[in-house]
């Protein structure tokens, strides 16, 4: 197993999108004048979450919903507690504030789209298949982890006699009807309506520029994560520590959680990527609306200076090599 996962993470750090985002590290440490335009970077999201919504759509339709609906639950399963146990470690092992602590686990028990974008291309260049209806995965997992940090959060700090529910409202508006959910969710509805005749229509646009588009928008977080670089100092070493073994502990059942759930090998490691993401997209918007006493320094420089890179280098690899030793494929 050593061998192979040495191999791998070779392979997945020689991969495109890896050496786009180690090139916009580069850029930025080496305080290169590339810039992206505000426009572009949204305009980069927004494609890529209508195309992988538009294409898990597609397949759910293909598989049918009898086929999603019991790791959709695991998925479900998932975000729900991930919160939940995430809150008292960083709030009693790392001594941070209640309301960092909600806002820290919020972003941990939410998804990372991108991470589970480049984790079906490393699984396509080494021809493992892996269920297409898995962007549903997805989709469940990005808001139940926001609703419940956000709830956290206001429990802990509430004053007696002060309901928090127009914060909640407003936090449940931002975690369901935010910007990605509804582009995601949109996108998969309809890719679920029209169909393969709605997919065979519009794959000149939504499959053949897709991995250009991934490598740009990567390029792009390479230099958005290399500058919250500098604040590593200033989450200490609890977090640092918290960014990469957490994610390895929730990749971990996610990968269980799928193999229980009859999902294939490449299947349970997506929900593996999915369980070790952190949202830095959804998360930190409902969290700013909802959690302002909460430090930015501490959820964005985790999920985006050490959890991301961690997964999109070393944590691809490592989950895949979980998924095969459990599906006894590792000799």
């Known amino acids: 197993m050593t061998t192979d996962l040495v191999q791998a993470i070779q392979a997945n ?35 890529l979450l209508t195309a992988i919504g538009f ?6 339709a293909s598989a049918g919903i009898a086929t999603v ?32 602590s909600a806002a820290i686990a919020a972003h941990y028990g939410s998804v990372s789209a991108v991470t589970f974008i480049a984790a079906t291309n490393f699984l396509q260049s080494l021809n493992q298949p892996y269920e297409e209806y898995a962007t549903a995965f997805l989709a469940v997992m990005e808001s139940p982890a926001i609703i419940i940090g956000i709830v956290l959060g206001k429990l802990a700090t509430q004053k007696p006699g002060e309901s928090f529910l127009p914060t909640l409202k407003v936090a449940l508006h931002e975690a369901c009807l935010g910007r990605s959910v509804v582009l995601l969710v949109g996108a998969m509805l ?45 989450v200490g070493l609890f977090l640092v520590a918290f960014g990469m073994l957490m994610p390895l502990l929730h990749g971990s059942l996610g990968v269980i959680l799928g193999h229980a759930a009859g999902l294939s090998l ?62 006894g494929e590792t000799p």
Do not use: C, H
Not at 55 to 60: L, Q, R, T
Not at 221 to 232: E, H, I, K, P, W
């Open 13 to 47: 750090l020689l991969s495109p999108a890896v050496l786009f985002f180690l090139l916009g590290v580069f850029a930025t440490l080496s305080k290169s004048d590339l810039k992206f335009p505000e426009p572009l970077y949204l305009g980069l999201t927004i494609y």
């Open 55 to 60: 294409k898990g759509g597609v397949a759910i």
């Open 69 to 100: 609906w019991l790791p959709a639950l695991m998925a479900i399963v998932l975000g729900t507690l991930i919160p939940l146990w995430s809150y008292p470690i960083l709030r009693f092992i790392g001594r941070l504030s209640p309301v960092d």
């Open 190 to 234: 309809i890719g679920f309506l029209s169909g393969k005749r709605g997919y065979d229509a519009t794959s000149g646009f939504f499959v053949a520029p897709f991995q250009g588009v991934l490598a740009l928008f990567l390029l792009e977080m390479g230099m958005v994560a290399a500058r919250r670089f500098g604040d590593l100092r200033k």
């Open 266 to 327: 490449g299947g349970a490691t997506l929900l593996g990527v999915l369980a070790a993401s952190a949202s830095y997209i959804a998360a930190p918007a409902a969290v700013r609306l909802s959690l302002p006493e909460a430090s930015p320094t501490l959820y964005l420089t985790a999920a985006l200076a050490i959890t991301f890179p961690f997964n999109i280098t070393v944590g691809l690899p490592v989950y895949f090599e979980i998924a095969k030793w459990l599906f």
